[in-house]
C-alpha cells in the first residue's frame, strides 16, 4: 500500500456497493477500507488516518446519521459524503448541519461520486490535518460548522467569496 494515497473508508451493509465503490476508488489511486456495519468502522482503530468516509444513512446496526453525531463525540474528524437510496431534504439538511460535505441520492454516477471525494480531500484535508512535520504534532482543525448567530456576518462575506474559491461547494458555470 502507498501510504502517500489519501485513505478512503466506506460504510455500507450492502456488500455489492462496498465492492463497487472500493474498485472504482482503487482504479482512481485511493487506499480504500470498507465496512459492513458502523459498529466495524467504530472498532477499527486506524479510522483517524482517513482522508473521507463515505457512508450509507440506512445501516443495520446504527444509522448513517447517528454514526456521524458518534464520531462528533468521539472526536472523530473525517469529511463524510452520504450516500443513500431513501433519502430526503430533512435528512440531508439534518446531516449537513452535522457537518457532512455531500449528500448523494442513489444511484449516484461514477463521476458524481469521485467528483465528491476529489472534492473532499482536496479542500478539507489540508484543514483537518497538516501534511508536514511541523504540524504532524498539532491538533486536527474541526470541520466548518453551520453559521448560526453571531457568525451570520462571517457566513454572509464566506458566501459572497465563494465563488472565487476553487473549493467551493457548487462548480462555476464555464463562460
Known sequence: MNENRAWVLIVDDDASIRETLSDLLRSMGFNVQAFASAQQLLNYRHR??????????????????????????????????????????????RAMKAGAVEFLSKPFSDEALLNAVEQTIRCYVPTLRGRNDTQSSRKPKP???PFRGKWLTIGIRWWSQRESNPCSRRERPVS
Open 48 to 93: 483517524d488516518v482517513a482522508s473521507c468516509l463515505i457512508l450509507d444513512v440506512q445501516l443495520p446496526d446504527l444509522s448513517g446519521l447517528d454514526l456521524q453525531l458518534e464520531l462528533i463525540k468521539l472526536n472523530v474528524q473525517i469529511p463524510i459524503i452520504f450516500i443513500t437510496a431513501h433519502g430526503d431534504i430533512p435528512m440531508s439538511v
Open 143 to 145: 470541520l466548518p460548522k
